[in-house]
C-alpha cells in the first residue's frame, strides 16, 4: 500500500486538518470536522458533472462542518446553487448528517442504496418501542444490566439520526450516478451497513471507497439489534469486490488517500481471521460463554477498560458479529438459553459464572 495523500497524511500526523485539493480535474476532497470524533473529519468529495456539482457524503450536521463544506465548494468555484446531486455511501452522521441542509439550500436530489435507505434511522427506529428491543438484545449479549440499560435507548443524538433524509434516488449495483459529462458508477459494498456504496470514477479510475476500506484503520463491523443479518460474511465479500479495483487509486471518507486496493484488502481480511482465532482462543479457555464475556477478553487498542459509551456498543456488535460469523462456519455451536453462550468445538460442557 502506498500513501498517495501525503499533505493528507502529514495533516493526520500532526493531528490537524488537511486543506482542500483538487485531486483529479474536477474533483475535490474537502475535510468536514466530526465534533468529539478521533476520526476528527470526513472527506467529502465534490465531482464536477457538467454546470453543476455532486456532492458526495457531506458529513457530520454542525455549524462548523457546514462553514467546511461550502468553504470547499467556494475553492472549486462553486456555490451551493450549484450543488445539483447528492450521494451518501451510507447513512452513518459522519457521511449523511449534512444531507438535508444541503438539500435545503439547493434542492438537489439524495441518493443511496436501497438497502441504505431501508436501514434510515427514521425506518428502523421506533422511540417508543426500540430502547426495549435495543435493551434486550444486549441482556441476550450477556450485558450486565446497568451496562445495557446505560448502552441502550434513545441516547441524545437520536434526534439528530432521525432527522437524516429518505433518498428521492435510488442507485443500485451498476448503476451510474445521474449527471452529465461523468462517469461515477455505484459498487454496492455491504458489510460496514447494509446498503454501503463505493463509487468508482471510470474516467479517472478512482474509487471513493467511503467507510468500506481505509487506509489505517479496520471499519466497525456489527452486529445490530434491529436486524440478524449477519454482516462480516457480507463484509469480506464486499472486500474481494473491491480488491477487483488495484489500479485505482482509493480515496476513503476517512485519513487520506492511497493506492493498493488488494494489499488494503489482504490486510483487512487477515485482521477478522485473526480476530476470529482470538475468539476460538477465549472459548477454548472459558468454555460456553456470551458475547460480553468474550468482548471483554479480547485485545482493544485502547485496552477494554477505556472502551466506554458508544465505542463499548460497538465493540459488543462486533464481537457478535465474529461469533455469527463463526456459527455460520460451524467453527462454534449456540448454547440454548437466556443470556446466550457459545461454544467452541467440540462442545465444552463446563459452565461459567
Ligand atoms: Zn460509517
Ligand atoms: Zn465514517
Redesign the pocket.
Known amino acids: 500500500m502506498r500513501v498517495t495523500g501525503i499533505a493528507q497524511r502529514e495533516a493526520w500526523l500532526a493531528r490537524a486538518m488537511p486543506g482542500v485539493e483538487e485531486v483529479r480535474p474536477g474533483l475535490w476532497s474537502v475535510p468536514v470536522p466530526i465534533p468529539f470524533s478521533p476520526?476528527r473529519y470526513?472527506l467529502s468529495y465534490l465531482v464536477a458533472s457538467g454546470p453543476g456539482v455532486i456532492v458526495v457524503d457531506p458529513g457530520w450536521d454542525s455549524d462548523d462542518g457546514w462553514q467546511a463544506l461550502t468553504g470547499g465548494l467556494g475553492a472549486a468555484g462553486a456555490t451551493t446553487a450549484d450543488v445539483t446531486g447528492i450521494v451518501v455511501t451510507h447513512v452513518?452522521p459522519?457521511?449523511h448528517g449534512l444531507s438535508a441542509r444541503l438539500r435545503a439550500a439547493c434542492g438537489a436530489w439524495i441518493a443511496m442504496h436501497p438497502a441504505e435507505r431501508d436501514s434510515l434511522p427514521v425506518r428502523v427506529w421506533d422511540t417508543a418501542k426500540s430502547p426495549a428491543r435495543d435493551l434486550r438484545w444486549l441482556l441476550a449479549c450477556g450485558a450486565p444490566a446497568g451496562i445495557a440499560a446505560e448502552l441502550s435507548g434513545n441516547g441524545p443524538v437520536m434526534e439528530m439520526l432521525l432527522a437524516m433524509p429518505e433518498p428521492d434516488v435510488l442507485l443500485e449495483d451498476g448503476d451510474l450516478v445521474p449527471g452529465p459529462d461523468r462517469r461515477l458508477r455505484a459498487v454496492w459494498t455491504p458489510g460496514h451497513t447494509p446498503g454501503h456504496l463505493c463509487l468508482h470514477e471510470e474516467t479517472e479510475d478512482v474509487l471513493l471507497t467511503g467507510?468500506h476500506v481505509l487506509p489505517r484503520i479496520t471499519p466497525n463491523i456489527a452486529q445490530v439489534a434491529h436486524t440478524d443479518d449477519p454482516p462480516l460474511a457480507a463484509y469480506l465479500k464486499s472486500l474481494d469486490q473491491v480488491a477487483a479495483y488495484d489500479s485505482a487509486e482509493a480515496l476513503p471518507?476517512?485519513e487520506y488517500r492511497f493506492h493498493g486496493l488488494a494489499d488494503r484488502v489482504r490486510i483487512l481480511r487477515a485482521h477478522h481471521d485473526h480476530r476470529c482465532q482470538e475468539i476460538l482462543g477465549v472459548l477454548d479457555r472459558l468454555g460456553p460463554s456470551t458475547v460480553w464475556q468474550v468482548t471483554e477478553r479480547l485485545s482493544w487498542s485502547r485496552g477494554w477498560p477505556s472502551v466506554k459509551g458508544f465505542m463499548r456498543r460497538a465493540a459488543i456488535g462486533e464481537t457478535a458479529a465474529h461469533l455469527e460469523y463463526l456459527l455460520e462456519r460451524a467453527q462454534v455451536s449456540r448454547v440454548p438459553g437466556t443470556p446466550l453462550r457459545y461454544s467452541g468445538p467440540p462442545a465444552v460442557a463446563a459452565a461459567t459464572p
Open positions: 476520526l470526513t452513518h459522519d457521511h467507510d471518507a476517512h
